[in-house]
């Protein structure tokens, strides 16, 4: 499984940035799929995360409730995440993963600027 993201860049604080990331899904047994992001100096952290099957809703850290979206495009096995409302502290590497049984796939980082 090879997870491919996208859509990084530079953007003003309340501006708006949609991250994609090409990522199998339940098909090739993945159950779920994820975001998480690395600001400099920091761990890795959680932002969001949907199933792949049936009807869950996605899950979001509460820095983030309210302004991000993620999503999946099972025709397309696509994953995004819709960031609205950006603000400087949403800086970071954004990673995509994906999780079937006894398994973790990771991407590579796409690198999230937020000017203030």
């Known amino acids: 499984v090879q997870l491919q993201a996208s859509g990084g860049g530079l953007v003003q604080t309340g501006g708006s940035l949609r991250l994609s990331c090409a990522a199998p899904?339940?098909?090739?047994?993945?159950?779920?799929n994820r975001w998480y992001r690395q600001a400099p100096g920091k761990p890795r952290e959680y932002v969001a995360g949907?199933?792949?099957?049936?009807?869950?809703?996605?899950v979001y850290a509460e820095s983030v409730k309210g302004r991000f979206t993620i999503s999946r495009d099972d025709a397309k096995n696509m994953v995004y995440l819709q960031m609205n409302s950006l603000k400087p502290e949403d800086t970071a590497v954004y990673y995509c993963n994906a999780i079937a049984p006894g398994k973790d796939y990771w991407g590579q980082g796409t690198l999230v600027t937020v000017s203030s």
């Open positions: 899904g339940s098909a090739f047994g993945i159950s779920a």
């Open positions: 949907i199933t792949t099957i049936g009807r869950a809703r996605p």
